[in-house]
């Protein structure tokens, strides 16, 4: 069997395809988006905690209640501030994130041990706002707790009376875990570089070529229908690769770059799990562009074909929106499924997990077979005068 | 060599072919003379093996397209009726990619590739992407790309549609020159001048049927007319020669 040509097409249709500077650019914006909003979005969260640790209260009324204002101060962290006179039209402007408020007849209802009422003004809609608002009323809580105590032992009474549970919440998860479910939005985004990266040559090399009216001459050569399908097919593969792996190595630098500490997450994305991930997720680049290819068969015009091709980011969304919602690892059902299965060996391995290597290879067949059949049903198409002829 | 036989096509409801035979030989070129729609493309699109005939058989140089298509389309240089050319690729690349294709590596390639570049004259587009080029010079290099592999049989459909004297002239030359190596050159037309300026034989087809066969001067005493353009019309009928407007 002679297989030069299908390395003469794949090489074709590549250098055909990286020659189109704008799919190009298309290719990479999009294979670099989902990590840079993945830095950004983490990057907000951990200034965000980190602004929580140092906050100002202004607070309004700062006389009405030294007792309290003493103790907000001497917390670490806190530096309290004599408030606006308008607490709620400053919290509109935006002058003030939020603002104490505390009434004239406080010191006279604390020394009376009647709840003495403070008022916290606030947007919750903004978001910067939510974590320093947190802490401020954790620590008006813990204020609420001590004094509670201190009462009720001058009373003669034990403070454990007024505690008649105390919860110890553990929590098994491991930092990495934490840290898996976080990043799962990582594996998304690979999964769309897989269907970005193909795309432009798995269109261009079907649909294009019957627009331009090129595949006539080019089925006029002696060459098969599974060969010249297969060298578009691995033109597909390789450039998907290169989105994929773009992809990830954008992904590697902004997880370096990100204090994930600040989380509370402990990850570290080492060389052993990033060679892992590529054999766990890579099936993914040879299964989605004979999709392509074959859904973009049917097209009579580039145009035409990435719109079915688009709409193969639909079900792939579908999977990644359900793994959201169920812990997708520990069902061995959804592994059987592709694309779920690569989701779930993801996810296991960004938890520190090794999938098994059956289950590994298992998803590798699986998808070469998914890619194998739809090469081959290509091929059937590109053999019909309806597709050859029909434009 | 090649020989149709008998060659039967349906569309829908309209019969194209019905029963259309006519052979090639070698050192000759054959014409197949007729107006739009005559079953001409149909014909030539069977030879290469992307159609298949309903009834009937091809065979070029003894190989059986139906049983054999790749030992066919090995022997064949087809110029389809479209040029069907990548926009982003250069002629060479476009010439190198189907020499490839049939199995032409190395320095014997790049041989054959400055040839034909020589031959059609294209040295000074040759490395330039096609996006930009004239009709013409699209057409010479579809041209060059179907010849790199020095086929023996030659299939040409409508070369010479819509090309200015310049390029027609050199289509006409290379055409000769096939001729002269001793190649079978088989090539459509609905252009009397093309015809009669380069065959040595002619078929006749309208309506999916051959109406009549010879060369030039046989078909003149056959109709007993004076010129070519009139035997034509009186062999087709006045219906199908006036359908066809681009035949004056």
Redesign the interface.
């Known amino acids: 069997m002679n297989w030069v040509p299908i390395a003469v097409i794949a090489r074709k249709e590549l250098s055909d395809g990286f020659r189109d500077r704008r799919s190009i650019y298309t290719m990479l914006v999009t294979a670099l988006f989902g990590p840079l909003l993945i830095f950004f979005m983490l990057n907000q969260q951990t200034s965000q905690t980190t602004a929580a640790k140092e906050i100002r209260i202004p607070v309004a009324g700062i006389d009405f209640a030294p007792v309290l204002v003493n103790w907000l101060q001497q917390q670490p962290g806190v530096e309290v501030l004599a408030g606006p006179t308008d607490p709620e039209a400053a919290v509109r402007d935006g002058r003030a994130e939020m603002v104490l408020v505390i009434k004239q007849g406080f010191a006279d209802q604390f020394c009376h041990s009647k709840p003495a009422t403070v008022q916290l003004f606030s947007d919750s809609t903004r978001k910067t706002t939510a974590p320093k608002l947190r802490r401020l009323a954790g620590l008006l809580n813990r204020f609420n707790e001590e004094i509670g105590a201190a009462r009720l032992t001058v009373r003669g009474v034990s403070p454990d009376v007024a505690n008649p549970l105390r919860i110890e919440a553990i929590d098994l998860a491991s930092s990495q875990q934490r840290a898996a479910t976080l990043l799962d939005i990582v594996l998304l985004f690979l999964i769309i570089a897989a269907i970005t990266g193909g795309m432009q040559i798995a269109t261009d090399s079907t649909a294009g070529e019957r627009e331009r009216g090129s595949l006539e001459p080019l089925l006029i050569n002696p060459v098969p229908r599974w060969q010249i399908v297969s060298g578009k097919w691995l033109a597909a593969v390789l450039s998907a690769s290169v989105g994929m792996a773009a992809t990830l190595a954008a992904i590697f630098i902004a997880l370096r770059r990100l204090p994930l500490e600040d989380l509370g997450v402990r990850f570290y994305l080492s060389a052993p799990k990033v060679v892992l991930l590529i054999a766990a997720m890579s099936p993914l680049a040879l299964m989605i562009p004979a999709i392509q290819i074959y859904l973009s068969s049917f097209a009579k015009s580039f145009k035409e074909a990435q719109s079915y091709t688009v709409l193969l980011v639909l079900p792939v969304g579908f999977i990644g929106l359900i793994s959201t919602f169920y812990p997708v690892t520990d069902r061995p059902w959804m592994q059987a499924i592709p694309v779920l299965a690569q989701y779930s060996f993801g996810t296991d391995i960004l938890a520190g997990k090794r999938p098994s290597l059956l289950a590994l290879t298992a998803g590798g067949i699986e998808a070469v077979t998914i890619a194998a059949i739809f090469v081959w049903l290509a091929a059937r198409l590109f053999s019909t005068e309806e597709i050859i002829f029909g434009r | 060599m090649i020989r149709v036989e008998n060659l039967c096509k349906r569309f829908g409801t309209k019969q194209a072919l019905q029963g259309v035979t006519f052979s090639a030989s070698d050192g000759t070129v054959t014409g197949l003379l007729g107006p739009n729609g005559a079953g001409k493309t149909t014909s030539l699109?069977m030879i290469?093996?992307?159609?298949?005939p309903d009834d009937g058989s091809i065979t070029v140089d003894g190989c059986d397209v139906a049983s054999d298509p790749?030992?066919v389309?090995?022997r064949?240089g087809?110029l389809?009726d479209?040029?069907?050319?990548?926009?982003?690729?250069t002629p060479r690349?476009h010439i190198r990619?189907?020499g490839?294709?049939?199995?032409l590596t190395g320095l014997d390639l790049e041989r054959h590739i400055e040839k034909w570049i020589d031959n059609l004259d294209l040295k000074s587009i040759a490395d330039r992407?096609v996006a930009g080029f004239s009709h013409g010079e699209r057409t010479k290099v579809?041209l060059s790309?179907?010849l790199v592999h020095e086929p023996q049989n030659i299939l040409l459909d409508e070369p010479t549609n819509g090309l200015d004297v310049m390029s027609t002239r050199a289509v006409r030359a290379v055409i000769r020159n096939l001729r002269a190596e001793g190649r079978c050159v088989l090539f459509s037309s609905h252009v009397m001048q093309e015809v009669s300026a380069l065959c040595d034989r002619i078929f006749v087809i309208a309506s999916g049927q051959v109406l009549a066969q010879g060369t030039p001067k046989e078909l003149l005493e056959l109709t007993g007319r004076t010129t070519l353009e009139d035997a034509f019309v009186s062999l087709v009928g006045p219906e199908a020669g006036a359908s066809n407007g681009e035949l004056s």
């Open positions: 699109r290469y093996g992307l159609m298949k790749q030992s389309q090995a064949l087809v389809p479209q040029s069907g050319l990548y926009g982003r690729l690349e990619y189907f490839n294709l049939h199995g992407p579809a790309r179907a």
